[in-house]
């Protein structure tokens, strides 16, 4: 699986973006998928999941309530709505699909995108 993640950029403190993650050669229909980022000088942690059904959603508590992960089986796509942008949410962002069906840890992610900078002003 190829994965492309897009949609990052500059914006202020209290703005939205929308990720995206497409993906080539194969159906995301038949992986679980994630977002992560990796802030400069710190470990890539985890923001958000969606189970392969698209049934379950699970999020980390830092952007809970503000980001909305989902996925569009026809467009062969998952985004990721940022809403309430903070600067603490700088990071390179990364799309991941997994084999299992719902996942949560960086190890369980077979796939990884190239990653998108998103950079949020105060």
């Known amino acids: 699986v190829q994965l492309q993640a897009s949609g990052g950029g500059l914006v202020q403190a209290g703005g939205s973006l929308r990720l995206s993650c497409a993906a080539s050669?194969?159906?995301?229909?038949?992986?679980?998928m994630g977002w992560f980022r990796q802030a400069p000088g710190k470990e890539r942690e985890f923001v958000a999941a969606i189970s392969r059904s698209g049934g379950s959603t699970g999020y980390a508590g830092s952007v809970k309530g503000r980001f909305t992960i989902s996925r569009d089986s026809a467009k062969n796509t998952v985004y990721l709505q940022m809403n309430s942008l903070r600067p603490e949410d700088t990071a390179v962002y990364y799309c991941?699909?997994?084999?299992?069906?719902?996942?949560?840890?960086?190890?369980?992610?077979?796939?990884w995108g190239q990653g998108t900078q998103v950079t949020v002003s105060s």
């Open positions: 050669r194969r159906t995301l229909s038949a992986y679980g």
């Open positions: 991941a699909a997994s084999s299992r069906p719902y996942a949560f840890e960086a190890f369980e992610y077979d796939y």
